[in-house]
């Protein structure tokens, strides 16, 4: 069912609106209204407002860190794990 959606929002939404963006009809910072069309069964793209500037997303802060049991009873960073084993490089081969 989840892919039949993605299908049809790409088919119907993203498509027009990529084909709008390389047309020119609307530019990055513009409004598009997208609504349904009754009598020509559709949906229909209006540009709405032009060069609209966009907020800033505000920065969310960091989550902090859990702390996990670790076998040995100690508690251990659950977000910051030990990195892999480092492979060996050619050179360190000869």
Known sequence: MARGTERAIERHV???????LATEQIHLGDLVC????RDQD????????E?????????EPAA???LAKAHNG?????????PPP????DSSLS
């Open 64 to 66: 902090p860190a859990r």
């Open 14 to 20: 993203v498509y027009p609106l990529a084909n709008l």
């Open 42 to 49: 559709r949906l229909t793209f209006v540009r709405e407002g």
């Open 74 to 82: 100690k508690t251990v960073d659950a977000l910051h794990r030990r």
């Open 86 to 89: 480092s492979q060996p490089t």
């Open 34 to 37: 997208i609504d349904w069309d």
């Open 51 to 59: 060069n609209l500037a966009m907020p800033a997303r505000r920065l």
